[in-house]
C-alpha cells in the first residue's frame, strides 16, 4: 500500500539563518539573537515576507511594510529575501531526506508563502527499515528540531490527505500526524475546506454556501458544485480521498537497483565504510543475477549526520555483476571516502545497467578468461584517471575525413568498437591515409602550372615546401546537408545564379612529397587549398 509523508517547514525562510555552522548547508554565519524578517520589494515598497517567531510574538506579520515594522519594532533585523538561494537550501535538504526514501519531490503547492517550505516522502516499503512509521516519523522529527528548525509532519495513504493533516491536524505539541491505512476520510472530515489545497476565492465562495469543513462535501453530489467551481473541488476532494490516482514527480529517477545500509550509531572510519561497501556489492550483485542484468554504472553515496552526502561513481566497460572485480574498483576509490563528522547511512545502486544471461564457455574462452581481459585494465583506467579522459573511437557514417569518427566513452552502452578501422577500408588500398590527422583543415598558399594540377610549391605555417612528386586526385563527395555555411559558400552560390543547381560539396585530395621528403595530405575545395594530414 502506498504512503505518502508531507513534511513542512512552516518558518524554513527565517530559521535557515539560526542553523548552527555545520547544518546550514553553506556556511552561512548565524545572525544575532533578536527578532528577524525577510523584506521584499513590492512595487517600489519593502514588505515583510517572512518573519521569525520573535518578531511574530511582537506583532509582526508577512505583507507589512517595513516603515511600520520598524516603528513597531526598532531593533529588528531585515535582510533581503533570496528566494534562489532558499530553494538551494531546501533542495540540500532534500538530497538529505534520501536517508529515508528514493522518492522525495519538492512541494511547490504553497511555495515561499510566508516564508514555508515543504516535501514529500513515498516512504512504501521504506519504513519498516527504521522500526516503524511512528520511529521513522519521531526520528525525522528529532533530527530537524535538534538542527532549530519549526517542522510539521503528516503521514497517510494520499499526498492530499498528508498535506492535509501536516497543516491542519499538527501543533506545537503534536507535530506528527500519522493516519491509519484507509483513514483520511475520517481524519479529514472535521478538517476546514482550506486543507484541500483550494484557491482562496474558492474557499471563500464555498464559506458563502456555508460549507466550512471538508466533511460537508462527502455527501453533495458533484453536479451541484461544478457549475460554480469548475471541477477542482471534487478533484482535490478525490484526490485526498484516493479516489484518484495523484502522481509525485520525485526530483531524481528512483534506481531499480539499489541496497541500502543504515548504521546504529555515525560510522568514520574508513575500514568499516569498506566492509560496508563489500556487504552492499554482495547484495547488489545477488539482486542483478536474478533479474539477469549486469551494472554499466554504480553509485555509492554516503549519507552524512551534518546532512550533506558524497557520491562516488564507478564505471565499467562491459556489463558486470562480480562482486570482487567491482569490489577492487571501489577499493581504488577508497582514499576519496570523506565520512565527515560520521555516515549514518550508505547506499549503492546500479545507475545502468544491460542484460547479462549466464553464458556456456568454451575451453579458450576459459584459457582468455584466465589470462586476463583488457576489460578489467580498462575499468581500472577508467576509474582512475576518471570520465572523459578515457575513450575509443567509433566510426561514422560520413566521407569527410574529419568526421569519420567521434569519441565514445567506455561505459556508454553497446559493443567496443574497433578503434583503428578506417573508415576507407575496403573503398580504397592500404596505406592511402595519413597516420596523423589535423584537428581541422588547415589553409595554405599554393602555387601550380595549371589550376587542375597539384600545387608545385606551397606555404604552411610559413614555411614554404617544394613539391618533388604528386599523387591524385581522389575525390570525396560530402552530403549537401553537412556543407559547412560560410560566407565563401554564400558568395559562390550568389556568383552561380539563381537558374543553376548547387554544387555538392566535394574535395579534391592529393598526396605530395616535398624535395626533404616529407609527405602531406592536402585537399582543393573550389579554389582554395588546405592541408589536412601529416604521413609517417
Not at 517547514?9 to 542553523?19: I, K, Q
Not at 517550505?117 to 512509521?133: P, R, T, V
Not at 589535423?438 to 606551397?458: G, N, Q, Y
Not at 604528386?470 to 546537408?481: D, H, K, N, T
Request: with cysteine; proline share 7%; net charge neutral.
Amino acid at each position: 500500500m502506498k504512503r505518502v509523508l508531507s513534511l513542512w517547514l512552516p518558518r524554513f525562510a527565517t530559521e535557515r539563518y539560526h542553523l548552527s555552522p555545520a547544518r546550514n548547508w553553506e556556511g552561512q554565519h548565524r545572525l544575532p539573537e533578536a527578532p528577524f524578517a525577510l523584506t521584499e520589494n513590492e512595487r517600489g515598497l519593502l514588505r515583510l515576507s517572512a518573519v521569525d517567531r520573535r518578531a511574530e510574538a511582537q506583532g509582526l506579520t508577512p505583507g507589512l511594510p517595513l516603515t511600520q515594522a520598524r516603528a513597531l519594532l526598532p531593533g529588528l533585523v531585515t535582510l533581503a529575501h533570496d528566494r534562489g538561494a532558499e530553494k538551494r537550501r531546501l533542495e540540500k535538504l532534500a538530497d538529505w531526506l534520501e536517508r529515508y526514501s528514493p522518492w522525495v519531490a519538492l512541494d511547490e503547492s504553497n511555495e515561499g508563502a510566508a516564508g514555508s517550505a515543504a516535501c514529500w516522502l513515498d516512504i512504501s516499503g521504506c519504513a519498516h527499515l527504521f522500526g516503524g512509521e511512528a520511529m521513522m516519523g519521531r526520528d525525522l522529527l528529532h533530527r530537524l528540531e535538534g538542527w532549530g528548525l519549526t517542522v510539521r509532519l503528516g503521514l497517510a495513504d494520499t499526498p492530499g490527505a498528508a498535506w492535509a493533516v501536516a497543516r491542519f491536524a499538527t501543533a506545537a505539541g503534536e507535530p506528527l500526524r500519522i493516519v491509519p491505512a484507509d483513514g483520511q476520510r475520517a481524519a479529514l472530515a472535521s478538517l476546514p475546506i482550506a486543507a484541500l489545497r483550494l484557491q482562496e476565492a474558492e474557499v471563500e465562495l464555498l464559506g458563502r454556501f456555508g460549507l466550512l469543513q471538508i466533511g460537508q462535501l462527502y455527501e453533495l453530489p458533484p453536479a451541484g458544485l461544478a457549475p460554480r467551481l469548475g471541477g477542482a473541488v471534487q478533484r482535490r476532494l478525490r484526490q485526498a480521498l484516493g479516489a484518484m490516482a495523484e502522481p509525485l514527480s520525485p526530483r531524481r529517477a528512483p534506481l531499480r537497483f539499489e541496497a541500502r545500509l543504515g548504521f546504529s550509531e555515525p560510522v568514520a572510519a574508513v575500514d568499516d565504510l569498506a566492509a560496508a561497501v563489500e556487504k552492499l556489492l554482495q547484495e547488489l550483485c545477488r539482486t542483478l543475477q536474478q533479474a539477469d542484468q549486469g551494472a554499466r554504472r554504480l553509485l555509492l553515496v554516503l549519507h552524512r549526520v551534518d546532512a550533506s552526502r558524497q557520491e562516488i561513481q564507478i564505471g565499467v566497460s562491459k556489463a558486470n555483476r562480480d562482486p570482487e572485480h567491482l569490489g577492487r574498483l571501489l577499493a581504488d576509490r577508497q582514499e576519496s571516502f570523506d565520512p565527515g563528522y560520521g555516515v549514518e547511512v550508505m547506499t549503492l545502486a546500479a545507475g545502468v545497467t544491460e542484460p547479462l544471461s549466464a553464458e556456456q564457455m568454451t575451453l579458450a574462452d576459459r584459457r582468455k578468461a584466465d589470462r586476463g581481459e583488457t576489460g578489467g585494465l580498462l575499468d581500472r583506467l577508467l576509474n582512475r584517471l576518471g570520465t572523459g579522459r578515457v575513450y575509443s573511437l567509433e566510426q561514422r557514417p560520413s566521407h569527410w575525413p574529419e568526421a569519420a569518427q567521434v569519441k565514445r566513452e567506455p561505459t556508454e552502452k553497446g559493443d567496443l568498437p574497433n578503434a583503428w578501422r578506417s573508415t576507407f577500408d575496403g573503398q580504397n588500398p592500404a596505406g592511402l591515409r595519413p597516420l596523423r590527422l589535423l584537428p581541422r583543415p588547415e589553409p595554405i598558399e599554393t602555387l601550380a602550372l595549371l589550376p587542375d594540377h597539384p600545387p608545385v610549391r606551397f606555404v604552411w605555417r610559413r614555411v614554404t615546401h617544394l613539391v618533388a612528386r604528386a599523387e591524385g586526385p581522389e575525390r570525396l563527395l560530402g552530403a549537401w546537408w553537412e556543407r559547412p555555411l560560410t560566407n565563401e559558400n554564400a558568395a559562390r552560390d550568389a556568383a552561380r545564379g539563381a537558374g543553376e543547381p548547387a554544387r555538392l560539396p566535394q574535395r579534391d585530395y592529393y598526396r605530395v612529397e616535398d624535395q626533404e621528403g616529407r609527405r602531406f595530405w592536402l585537399f582543393r575545395d573550389g579554389g582554395d587549398w588546405f592541408l589536412h594530414g601529416l604521413f609517417g
